[in-house]
């Protein structure tokens, strides 16, 4: 069973920058492929990126491709999530994810077992 426990979310600016991290535990975090979605109020959940269990590949959302970054420290079992440029639109609560179809870099929530309990991120016009 693999934990997943999501921190760094805030309040900022638009045009400011956060950092989320997601910290793993419980399982062998070097063989799973990480995701991040974020849902904002009233919406549906929706994927914003994922990396692949080497960090060989990634994928991102077209709405913050340019702008978001994921990376991932298998030594020290964490996923990041920088964001920079942030807007509005980004306010949402992000959670990370884990998936064991570790050959899969996937945009769908349901390809991913494993969920962190969210970070909320504000981002003020």
């Known amino acids: 069973q693999v934990r997943l426990v999501e921190s760094g979310g805030g309040l900022v600016q638009a045009g400011g920058s956060l950092r989320l991290s997601c910290a793993a535990s419980?399982?062998?975090?070097?063989?799973?492929?990480m995701g991040w979605f974020r849902q904002a109020p009233g919406k549906e959940r929706e994927f914003v990126t994922a990396?692949?269990?080497?960090?060989?590949?990634?994928y991102y959302s077209d709405s913050v491709s340019g702008r978001f970054t994921i990376s991932r420290d298998n030594a020290k079992n964490k996923a990041s999530l920088q964001m920079n440029s942030l807007e509005p639109e980004d306010t949402a609560v992000y959670y990370c994810?884990?998936?064991?179809?570790?050959?899969?870099?996937?945009?769908?929530?349901?390809?991913?077992?494993?969920w962190g309990q969210g970070t909320r991120v504000n981002v003020s016009s």
């Open positions: 994810a884990a998936s064991s179809s570790s050959w899969l870099v996937s945009g769908l929530g349901l390809n991913y077992e494993y």
């Open positions: 990396v692949s269990w080497g960090s060989s590949h990634t």
């Open positions: 419980g399982g062998t975090f070097r063989s799973y492929t």
